[in-house]
């Protein structure tokens, strides 16, 4: 007789942030959030007794509730990056379920940053030779 639990969460974020890109990073963004619980938890425990007053078994009552909560969340995270390809995140978030109060979440990531072949957007800017202009010799 175990009581059991279930929770299900998932966000889908959209995040910006003012900032240039350099070693630390602050964003800020919106998005929704899905909630989901499942519960069987017992609500009583009795024992079950015969006319002679000896126990002949155990009654158990339980509460079965699941719930789905959909509701939009804000967010603000701060990246440090100590090295080119390493990342420190650290992120809050504010959800409002309407069926339940809000729900707080802070979070800490480790992120390694991989190299996306030699693609244009992943390269950085390289500076263009611009001629030099002067008197040309025989």
Do not use: C
Not at 55 to 69: I, L, M, P, S, T
């Amino acid at each position: 007789m175990e009581e059991q639990r279930s929770r299900f969460t998932t966000d889908l974020s959209v995040a910006t942030s003012p900032f240039e890109p350099g070693r630390w990073l602050p964003r800020f963004g919106l998005g929704m959030s899905v909630w989901y619980r499942r519960d069987y938890l017992i609500t009583s425990v009795g024992v079950l007794r015969n006319q002679l007053g000896r126990v002949v078994g155990v009654a158990v009552e339980r509460d079965y509730a699941q719930q789905w909560n959909v509701g939009p969340h804000v967010l603000a995270e701060l990246e440090y990056k100590p090295l080119r390809r390493l990342s420190i995140t650290g992120r809050f978030q504010i959800t409002l379920f309407p069926n339940l109060a809000s729900y707080t979440q802070f979070g800490l990531q480790l992120g390694y940053h991989l190299t996306l072949g030699r693609h244009p957007i992943y390269r950085s800017p390289q500076k263009q030779k611009t001629p030099s202009v002067g008197p040309t010799g025989l």
